[in-house]
């Protein structure tokens, strides 16, 4: 990506590598109007338990895959010719699954802090086990509101996260009230030499679905929000501070917009559920299956990709 490009950055999916097209295996399909799921990318969800119980987060019910079954799961999806990523909730709770990390080969794990807080010598397995950015969440000014997890606590695992030499990327989500806010989350995190920071759209789904919808940026909101991370982007180097947007504000007008999920990947959740992205985690949302070791997605399933079909789910007025 060029700097004229990373000054309008909007995507869905930031952590994806190039997907190098491998050889896959068909198989027949077992289900009328469903076809062998043609992307590259399954995103598995080892865990949705999570000990901070977020108001605002997507998710609404706990369930957990084993980590044998796990690693069996990514194994086999790599022989199929998938790019396995790991993420949701909070699995760096269950040490059990770094080895998935390690298996899958990923570079980047999620987690709101508490286990790194409780246990800091525990940075050093996460390191060993191949991860080297660790997204941490800290939401500023709606962090106390929303989060059981002390944001005293959540710097802390940051800076213990910097100290062993794996990227701080602090992770915060976006809402109306505090927009005008991001250009002081953006110095505190260069103050602090934390290297990056990735924005979210609040979005009314799941457990935020019981929250004021007055939180809910509008479509001049989101514009105002390019604006000012494209003025970031041009204040701090991003050697300095990269900064990074979820898909889930939207297109918005901005040309770099690219909605990624169907295309190139499904989620699949611990009660081995498919969807088309994180947001849209909800009964009756699936878009394909999980029978035998595959996933088959619905024949005909798209969603655009010049949106973000979540937005217009569930932020629309
Ligand atoms: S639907 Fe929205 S949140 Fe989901 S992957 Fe696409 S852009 Fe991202």
């Known amino acids: 990506m060029d700097r004229a490009q990373y000054l309008t950055a909007a995507t869905s999916w930031t952590h994806h590598t190039p997907f190098a097209e491998q050889p896959r295996t068909r198989v027949p399909c077992p289900y009328e109007g469903y076809e062998q799921y043609p992307g590259w990318q399954i995103i598995i969800m080892p865990t949705t338990v999570c000990n901070a119980g977020c108001k605002h987060c997507y998710l609404r019910n706990s369930s957990s895959l084993d980590p044998d079954q796990l690693m069996e799961m990514i194994k086999n999806f790599q022989s199929q010719g998938y790019n396995v990523y790991l993420n949701g909730s909070e699995p760096l709770a269950n040490p059990d699954y770094l080895k998935a990390f390690k298996l899958a080969d990923q570079k980047i794990a999620m987690t709101n802090g508490e286990i790194i807080y409780e246990n800091p010598p525990y940075i050093y397995q996460i390191a060993d086990a191949g ?11 709606m962090h106390k509101e929303w989060s059981k997890i002390p944001l005293r606590l959540a710097e802390t695992a940051l800076s213990i996260a910097q100290n062993a030499g794996i990227n701080a990327r602090v992770m915060t989500t976006i809402t109306k009230p505090f927009i005008e806010k991001i250009p002081q989350y953006c110095s505190w995190c260069v103050e602090r030499g934390y290297p990056e920071i990735r924005f979210t759209n609040f979005m009314s789904q799941g457990r935020a679905q019981t929250l004021d919808r007055q939180l809910i940026l509008d479509a001049d909101d989101r514009k105002r929000y390019y604006e000012i991370i494209s003025e970031q982007r041009e204040k ?9 947007s979820c898909g889930s504000f939207g297109a918005c007008g901005t040309p770099n917009f690219s909605c990624m999920a169907m295309r190139d990947f499904v989620v699949l959740t611990p009660d081995l559920k498919v969807y088309p992205c994180f947001f849209q985690i909800e009964k009756g949302m699936e878009c394909g299956v999980y029978e035998n070791g595959h996933i088959f997605t619905k024949i005909g399933y798209t969603q655009p990709q010049n949106d973000c079909s979540a937005l217009r789910l569930y932020n629309t007025f």
Not at 236 to 244: G, H, N, W
Request: hydrophobic share 40%; net charge neutral; aromatic share 16%.
């Open 131 to 141: 991860i080297k950015t660790l997204g941490i969440s800290y939401h500023f000014d």
């Open 236 to 244: 701090y180097p991003i050697d300095v501070l990269r900064i990074s």
